[in-house]
């Protein structure tokens, strides 16, 4: 879905890689984490996980190796699937399409992966998946929260789309922010497919969209966009601008007055990790939508199990938050382990088969299951608002949410 501007080096990777399971370099961005088990008959099972753990996006492909690893493990100490341990193969995608392709073909041709997880940016998500679905005739899961409209045969999305994100959100939004929205947003795909989605529900609940912008993804200086807010007296900001340019632009929002004279920033993206990259009080009041906040562990037993399990495993920077595809890579590996189950073989289509109806009862943020026949998962949905640099949930879905896709 998104972009982002932090770095992170491969020694970080390596450093963090090394708190859990040994991880065997198997080539250039390449690692395997084998079971202590093995069924002698069968083989293991193998599990591909293709993700950013370097690049732009590596805060949050290192989350969602992360995850894999935590659930793999859980797997395997509890007799494996089908008898069988999970072999984990973990290939560094690189936030980089042309090095992903070519890594992601290892884990088809060379390593023969009985599915491959991830993919973090739409751009990515395209590039790999004819490699892993078409040539490679296996079973893929995208993990990340994006536009929508992906219905490829083979595909399975777990992560929220623009009906979760806004249909409650929108509404919201305008009781406790106004009616005159603005739509600023990045210049790719992503933003310009969720703010089409936005107008409709601002203009079906009553709102009007005052203006819709779009900027270079490498744009700092948003002062004529604040200026224009500023003077039409917009109510609401719905924003689409991503990393490195959104932490500018809330700044400049900020010292222009919008928040202190009433204004409501919304972003459906923003989670725990991004709440960071302003002071607090320049974001005071932003509202997001999102499938899971960390709050949710005071509140929900299995939330906090699984926060916690994923803490004490990996207490470095790489934080376990909506955001970074952390969720939907848990609840696409756990509604895989059931379709498994059910299907009694790793086939991709009986597995395929039963993913479509998979459903799972507990997971971050409550239970989950794909819509039949969609392709992509229904998931509670929470609103929350930042207050002193944390969120507070002030709204939830009355169940599951429909995807409304495919």
Not at 252 to 274: H, I, M, P, T, W
């Amino acid at each position: 879905m998104i972009n982002a501007s932090r770095q992170l080096s491969r020694r970080r990777f390596l450093g963090n890689f090394a708190l859990a399971s040994a991880a065997i370099a198997a080539g250039p961005g390449s690692w395997v984490i084998r079971p202590d088990w093995a069924n002698a008959a069968e083989g293991p099972i193998r599990l591909g996980i293709a993700t950013d753990l370097t690049g732009s996006l590596g805060f949050a492909g290192n989350t969602d190796a992360n995850v894999a690893r935590m659930l793999v493990k859980e797997i395997n100490d509890s007799g494996g699937l089908l008898g069988r341990p999970i072999e984990l193969l973990i290939e560094d995608t690189a936030s980089d399409e042309s090095v992903a392709v070519g890594n992601v073909r290892k884990l088809i041709q060379r390593d023969k992966v009985d599915l491959v997880l991830g993919g973090i940016s739409s751009s990515m998500r395209n590039a790999i998946k004819d490699v892993i679905i078409s040539r490679g005739k296996t079973l893929y899961i995208y993990p990340e929260g994006y536009e929508g409209k992906e219905c490829t045969p083979y595909l399975f999305c777990t992560g929220p789309v623009p009906a979760q994100n806004c249909d409650q959100f929108i509404p919201w939004l305008i009781k406790n922010g106004g009616k005159r929205f603005a739509l600023p947003g990045s210049n790719y795909v992503w933003p310009q497919t969720i703010n089409a989605y936005a107008r409709k529900v601002i203009e079906s609940s009553g709102g009007e969209v005052v203006f819709e912008e779009y900027y270079p993804l490498d744009q700092i200086d948003f002062s004529s966009t604040v200026n224009r807010i500023i003077s039409n007296k917009v109510d609401v900001v719905f924003n689409a601008i991503v990393p490195p340019g959104v932490s500018p632009f809330f700044k400049q929002l900020y010292q222009a007055g919008f928040s202190k004279n009433g204004g409501r920033l919304g972003c459906v993206y923003y989670d725990e990790n991004f709440l960071e990259m302003n002071q607090a009080h320049e974001i005071e009041g932003l509202a997001s939508s999102l499938d899971y906040y960390k709050v949710l562990a005071a509140e929900d037993p299995v939330s906090a199990r699984i926060h916690s399990a994923y803490d004490k495993q990996f207490p470095a920077k790489f934080r376990f938050s909506a955001g970074s595809a952390a969720t939907g890579t848990y609840r696409g590996l756990k509604l895989w382990e059931a379709a498994v189950k059910e299907a009694g073989t790793i086939d991709r289509d009986a597995v395929a088969a039963a993913l479509d109806h998979a459903k799972i009862a507990k997971g971050p943020g409550g239970p989950a299951e794909m819509a039949p026949g969609k392709r992509h998962c229904r998931m509670n949905m929470y609103i929350g608002v930042a207050k002193g640099g944390q969120y507070e949930i002030v709204a939830r879905s009355g169940g599951l949410v429909d995807p409304k896709e495919c």
